[in-house]
């Protein structure tokens, strides 16, 4: 007669309860609250501009600065486009160029720091950084009796002169570092086959530069359209840019309507604006690829 062994059932696991769905965990929230939160401080300074600037003479003052217009204009924006726009076609005559010129000198500048180790080459990059935390007001002076020895036209020539010498070291360290992260073997593989610093730098290197060239382009030309200090120096409202007009616009006989002074603010503003919603992408980019050295 044979004797049938019973195998005990294995113990079940502890049943683990489902993990509710719905709702965000608290660390989302949180964040999600503080981008709002963000966007929200942000947003209320361009509200009160755009507001402000549809708004008649009487219905903008600062007792109504939040309530929407009771009679809609839009000649505030005429009336500051007539008065804005030469000092905005000045401005792209100065911004343009400086920029493009600076980010080239930055970029030859940055190749042959990163990639030719000279004698002193350490020291010829401290001295151009050295530029950039030099303060601008401490050489007002000196550098119009420098731009007057020189007989360079004041306006235009020497503003485009001043943000291309102070654009260098900023573009030079940008370059520097976004050369250091390519990979060398690109370098070398050009340089056994024959080609020259400057073939090289041609043909391999400016390529590749393309994502630094728009971050050091997108900075360039808001330093250079945002500038104040080189406009007040070195021209005046009949030669100067945009922000030199905008001051005297917002100063002048209008100062009672903040509307076409708002106007105005937004006209100035529209440039770097639309650089940084059509670059900001690209800008993005080169700014994390550049900064993998240092």
């Given at each position: 007669?044979?004797?049938?062994?019973?195998?005990?059932?294995?113990?079940?696991?502890?049943?683990?309860?489902?993990?509710?769905?719905?709702?965000?965990?608290?660390?989302?929230?949180?964040?999600?609250?503080?981008?709002?939160?963000?966007?929200?401080?942000?947003?209320?300074?361009?509200?009160?501009?755009?507001?402000?600037?549809?708004?008649?003479?009487?219905?903008?003052?600062?007792?109504?600065?939040?309530?929407?217009?009771?009679?809609?204009?839009?000649?505030?924006?005429?009336?500051?486009?007539?008065?804005?726009?030469?000092?905005?076609?000045?401005?792209m005559q100065i911004v343009v160029p400086s920029t493009?010129?600076?980010?080239?000198?930055?970029?030859?500048?940055?190749?042959?720091?990163?990639?030719?180790?000279?004698?002193?080459?350490?020291?010829?990059?401290?001295?151009?950084?050295?530029?950039?935390?030099?303060?601008?007001?401490?050489?007002?002076?000196?550098?119009?009796?420098?731009?007057?020895?020189?007989?360079?036209?004041?306006?235009?020539?020497?503003?485009?002169?001043?943000?291309?010498?102070?654009?260098?070291?900023?573009?030079?360290?940008?370059?520097?570092?976004?050369?250091?992260?390519?990979?060398?073997?690109?370098?070398?593989?050009?340089?056994?086959?024959?080609?020259?610093?400057?073939?090289?730098?041609?043909?391999?290197?400016?390529?590749?530069?393309?994502?630094?060239?728009?971050?050091?382009?997108?900075?360039?030309?808001?330093?250079?359209?945002?500038?104040?200090?080189?406009?007040?120096?070195?021209?005046s409202p009949a030669n100067g840019p945009v922000t030199?007009?905008?001051?005297?616009?917002?100063?002048?006989?209008?100062?009672?309507?903040?509307?076409?002074?708002?106007?105005?603010?937004?006209?100035?503003?529209?440039?770097?604006?639309?650089?940084?919603?059509?670059?900001?992408?690209?800008?993005?980019?080169?700014?994390?690829?550049?900064?993998?050295?240092?």
């Open positions: 007669m044979s004797t049938s062994v019973t195998t005990p059932a294995p113990a079940s696991a502890p049943a683990v309860p489902p993990r509710p769905r719905g709702g965000l965990p608290w660390a989302h929230l949180l964040r999600l609250l503080a981008i709002v939160l963000g966007v929200v401080v942000v947003l209320i300074p361009v509200y009160v501009l755009l507001i402000t600037s549809v708004k008649g003479p009487a219905d903008a003052s600062s007792a109504r600065a939040w309530a929407l217009p009771q009679d809609w204009t839009f000649s505030n924006w005429a009336v500051a486009w007539e008065a804005l726009s030469p000092s905005i076609w000045r401005s493009i010129i600076s980010a080239l000198l930055g970029c030859m500048n940055g190749f042959v720091l990163s990639r030719w180790r000279f004698p002193g080459a350490d020291l010829v990059f401290t001295l151009i950084l050295f530029g950039m935390f030099l303060p601008y007001q401490a050489v007002m002076i000196p550098l119009m009796q420098m731009l007057l020895a020189v007989n360079v036209p004041n306006g235009v020539p020497s503003l485009i002169l001043l943000h291309v010498v102070f654009g260098i070291p900023i573009t030079t360290l940008i370059f520097r570092n976004y050369f250091e992260s390519v990979p060398h073997e690109l370098i070398e593989s050009s340089t056994m086959d024959g080609a020259g610093m400057l073939r090289t730098f041609w043909h391999i290197a400016l390529p590749l530069a393309i994502p630094g060239f728009v971050v050091v382009l997108i900075w360039q030309f808001t330093n250079a359209w945002n500038d104040f200090l080189f406009a007040v120096f070195f021209s030199l007009a905008l001051n005297n616009l917002a100063n002048g006989a209008l100062l009672a309507n903040y509307g076409v002074s708002m106007a105005g603010a937004v006209l100035a503003s529209l440039p770097t604006l639309l650089v940084y919603i059509l670059l900001s992408k690209y800008f993005l980019a080169g700014l994390m690829q550049g900064s993998v050295k240092g």
